[in-house]
Each structure stands twice: as structure tokens, then as C-alpha cells.
């Protein structure tokens, strides 16, 4: 079955730090992998996915297919970083049927 | 506000009482999904709809649960006779039709059943 895994589910950091979210998965065909952000009071919104290979707000994420990981990373945490993370793996072919991680909630003191 | 709305914010029932919950999605988008979220976990994935067409559901959705997107714009989401195990977030989300394109979420509609 397919599976999410962020092992931590609390992650604490000084500003300026560097960032690590894990993110393990299970899946053994071809996963598209997203993170998903939910700032304070704010909805459930995209951060970025592993197809575009691009660097959202200084994070990226790199799909190891032989370590079955999507790890999140920022070189200088900013406070306005703080905010719930969720992984996610689609494994449905052409629509959004999304498998989420239990979440990690970043908290960057200042 | 023009992205996904959901209405009612909160809900708050007795057990063995329906409830119906409902998701407008951003006007141009096909496909409209419902998830649902409990404390201290990720959403999980229950239905989706590409216009007023139900193409999934999850092992999840009991026979109580019920959804419906009659002319392919807003969506329900009916839950017959609540159970307290139901209380949770239920998240809807929508998107447009091509294979990976991103969704939006809504806030959410916030279920406790006493």
C-alpha cells in the first residue's frame, strides 16, 4: 500500500539555521511528490512538487527514488517559515488522489 | 474571495443525526475532491468528481457517507446517521483537468458529533 512518512512530527529551529523536513514514502511504481504548507490560520496551499524542480520561498525538495525519500530543505530559516508541513504522494495517474504524511510542524525562533 | 468555499465553517451534532456539508469550487475547475482530516494526521483522500461525474471512492466512505455534484459546480457531502468517530476536518479542494495541476483547498468544514 502506499505511505507517507514524516517521522517528526515537531521541528524546532533558530532563524537563520538550516532546515530539514523528512519525508519517507512507499511506493513502488512512479510517486509524484508534493509538500503542502498550512501557515497559522491560513488553508492547506502547494509549496512545490518534485516535476518542477524549482525553489519555492528558499525550499527544495529532491525525490531520491533509491532511498524512497522527498526531504524538504531551506538553508536560513525565516520566522515566517513556522507553519504545519505535510508530504504527499500521488500515485493515481491524471488526477489529485493525494496520500498525506501525519505533518511536521516547523517552528523557527527567532 | 474567489478560491474554494465551504459552508458551514462548524458543525456541531448529536450522534444518530444527517449532517450535509458543502464545497463551491473555483468556477473553472472540473475536478472537485473531498478529504478529511482528524486530529494530529495528514488528510485522507474519500471522493473525487470530474464534473458531475463521482470517478473514486475511498474504502474510507461508509455507506452513511454520501456525495453528490449534480451539475458539475458545487458538491455535498452528506453523512447519515453521525457517529462520534466522525468528527473530524472535512476538507474540499478542486483543480483543473490536466494530470498534475496543483489544488486548492478550502477552510474546511469543522465536524464535532457529541
Known amino acids: 500500500a502506499q505511505r507517507v512518512t514524516q517521522p517528526e512530527k515537531l521541528l524546532s529551529v533558530f532563524k537563520g539555521a538550516p532546515v530539514e523536513l523528512k519525508c519517507n514514502y512507499s511506493?513502488?511504481?512512479?510517486?509524484?511528490l508534493f509538500w503542502y504548507v498550512q501557515y497559522s490560520r491560513q488553508r492547506l496551499q502547494l509549496l512545490l512538487r518534485?516535476?518542477s524542480r524549482e525553489s519555492i520561498k528558499g525550499f527544495t525538495a529532491d525525490l531520491n527514488k533509491g532511498e524512497t525519500s522527498f526531504h524538504l530543505k531551506k538553508p536560513f530559516a525565516q520566522e515566517e517559515d513556522s507553519a504545519m508541513y505535510y508530504c504527499?504522494?500521488?500515485?493515481?495517474?491524471?488526477?489529485?488522489?493525494?496520500?498525506f504524511g501525519q505533518g511536521t510542524r516547523l517552528t523557527i525562533n527567532p | 474571495d474567489t478560491g474554494v468555499s465551504q459552508d458551514p465553517r462548524h458543525k456541531i451534532t448529536k450522534r444518530g443525526q444527517n449532517v450535509t456539508f458543502r464545497c463551491d469550487p473555483i468556477?473553472?475547475?472540473?475536478?472537485l475532491y473531498w478529504y478529511r482530516q482528524t486530529l494530529g494526521q495528514g488528510p485522507e483522500f474519500l471522493t473525487y468528481?470530474?464534473?458531475?461525474?463521482?470517478?473514486?471512492k475511498s474504502r474510507l466512505l461508509s455507506d452513511r457517507f454520501s456525495a453528490e455534484r449534480p451539475k458539475g459546480s458545487f458538491s455535498t457531502l452528506e453523512i447519515q446517521r453521525t457517529e462520534q468517530g466522525d468528527s473530524a476536518m472535512y476538507l474540499c479542494?478542486?483543480?483543473?483537468?490536466?494530470?498534475?495541476?496543483?489544488?486548492?483547498f478550502g477552510s474546511g468544514t469543522q465536524l464535532s458529533v457529541l
Open positions: 468556477s473553472e475547475h472540473n475536478r
Open positions: 479542494a478542486s483543480s483543473g483537468i490536466l494530470g498534475s495541476e496543483k489544488l486548492f
Open positions: 504527499a504522494l500521488s500515485f493515481f495517474q491524471g488526477a489529485q488522489k493525494l496520500v
Open positions: 468528481f470530474q464534473n458531475e461525474a463521482q470517478l473514486e
Open positions: 518534485h516535476i
Open positions: 511506493y513502488s511504481g512512479s510517486p509524484e
